[in-house]
């Protein structure tokens, strides 16, 4: 407990004070014997009220004890009206006559060597699944620590492994988040259900055993026929070494983000030609290259990506490129697709290193990324999955892996198809066998994920 204002006593004196204290304790097992308070912490003094009735040590029931010792001990306790509150345990050591052994008394409250009540610990371990850890620690004075200890142990304790339905098409992704304590980001990997637009699961990393044990323990790897995912080599071995119906897409978004990216190095590589000032109003102005040409406006935003244009003539050249990739997307058939990409590829000036890496890029993952042409997975679903990230990503705090997977994996609402009304009578069940009415469960929906983040939950 912090150190606060001095401490008033209560005094407690008399029978009936002492009894309504008990009462509102709440803790049967003990006497209350005194009573501190300031404007912030209340201290209520307790021991219990029976001897033990065994002796650890030599079994005997009721025997004959002395007391030999006691030490104070502090813990917390549920808040009582905003204050904070600590129990002062006098915990008897007690000489066994029989045996002559001596041992502490146990309480039903309060475990012997921890700091908080069994029924705060209790009401912590409720809270943390539904609210965030920093709005507990605000509330009740706890550490983050603490509190992250006891959901771990809540979690553990729950033991129910997840048991999901596998779609036929599943999207990978990664979320980059600092990790707890640390500088750097670590990338954990998404796993989506590409049908029923839900997160299957989280991964603590994108290795590729990781991915293939996560694939290979799926209710059923056959079902699989579509994998989306980024460029990433283990994601694709793992795809074709665990999944043997699948077939790889790579995400258009992850492609035309190359052009982008490219555009953008080329961009500041000007900065030394530019000068100072010019490139300033370049860098602000980059949103006219990037954006698409039939996203911009023609005043200001056209006449502004001219002008740059007539400064530079290679931007040009470059922005064009970027344009032209896009368009690839927009071709009907893969054939079509294909070709748009060769002549894409011969109008590459050689001097545009950026642009020749993303052509080499681009073939050697060219079958995985043309499969988009023989199977458009629909954008909702891969849009439903970047929302998602970046609404964890944005809360821009630390997450340790496991808490951040418990709270989405086991305290989000799934997707579940409950059985049919009527259909789980006893007379269908015998006729069609209990296995069909078992609810299905197609794991957490996007939505749901972003508005318990809206709602403080991660
Ligand atoms: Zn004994």
């Given at each position: 407990m912090a150190p606060s204002g001095a401490f008033h006593k209560k005094g407690v004196n008399t029978l009936s004070e002492n009894k309504l204290l008990e009462k509102m304790l709440d803790l049967p097992e003990f006497v209350v014997t005194d009573l501190k308070h300031n404007e912030h912490d209340v201290r209520v003094y307790v021991e219990k009220k029976e001897k033990p009735c065994l002796c650890p040590a030599c079994g005997v029931m009721d025997p004959k004890l002395r007391v030999h010792s006691a030490r104070e001990q502090e813990v917390r306790d549920k808040n009582i009206q905003g204050k904070r509150v600590g129990l002062m345990f006098k915990r008897r050591r007690y000489k066994c006559m029989e045996c002559s052994a001596t041992f502490y008394e146990l309480s039903d409250s309060i475990s012997p060597k921890s700091r908080l009540t069994n029924r705060f610990r209790e009401y912590i371990a409720e809270q943390s699944k539904r609210r965030s850890f920093i709005e507990l620690e605000r509330e009740l004075d706890i550490s983050n620590v603490t509190i992250r200890e006891i959901f771990l142990e809540e979690v553990e304790n729950l033991q129910c492994g997840l048991d999901l339905e596998t779609p036929s098409i599943i999207g990978i992704d990664e979320i980059h988040i600092q990790r707890e304590g640390k500088h750097r980001k670590q990338a954990w990997a998404l796993i989506c259900n590409g049908n029923d637009r839900t997160v299957m699961d989280l991964l603590p990393n994108r290795n590729k055993p990781t991915i293939i044990d996560y694939f290979k323990n799926l209710k059923n790897p056959y079902n699989v026929e579509v994998v989306t995912m980024d460029m990433w080599e283990p994601y694709k071995d793992a795809v074709y070494q665990a999944l043997p119906n699948a077939i790889i897409v790579i995400d258009k978004f992850h492609v035309v983000k190359m052009a982008n990216d490219a555009l953008n190095t080329l961009r500041k590589s000007y900065k030394d030609k530019l000068g100072q000032k010019k490139n300033k109003a370049l860098k602000k102005d980059r949103y006219v290259l990037l954006k698409r040409e039939h996203d911009l406006r023609p005043l200001p935003d056209i006449a502004f990506r001219d002008s740059w244009f007539n400064e530079i003539p290679e931007l040009k050249v470059a922005y064009e490129l970027k344009e032209n990739l896009f368009k690839i997307y927009d071709a009907k058939t893969k054939n079509q697709a294909r070709m748009l990409f060769n002549n894409w590829k011969v109008s590459i000036p050689d001097d545009m290193k950026e642009f020749k890496d993303v052509a080499a890029t681009i073939e050697n993952w060219y079958t995985e990324i043309f499969n988009y042409f023989d199977c458009r997975v629909t954008n909702a679903f891969v849009e439903g999955i970047n929302s998602t990230i970046r609404a964890i990503e944005k809360q821009g705090r630390g997450y340790a892996f496991e808490v951040l997977r418990a709270k989405v994996m086991y305290f989000i609402n799934h997707k579940v198809d409950k059985p049919?009304?009527?259909?789980?009578t006893f007379s269908n069940m015998m006729m069609r066998?209990?296995?069909?009415?078992v609810p299905k469960d197609y794991g957490v929906q996007f939505e749901a994920i972003i508005k318990a983040i809206n709602e403080g939950l991660l």
């Open positions: 049919s009304y009527g259909s789980g066998g209990s296995w069909n009415d």
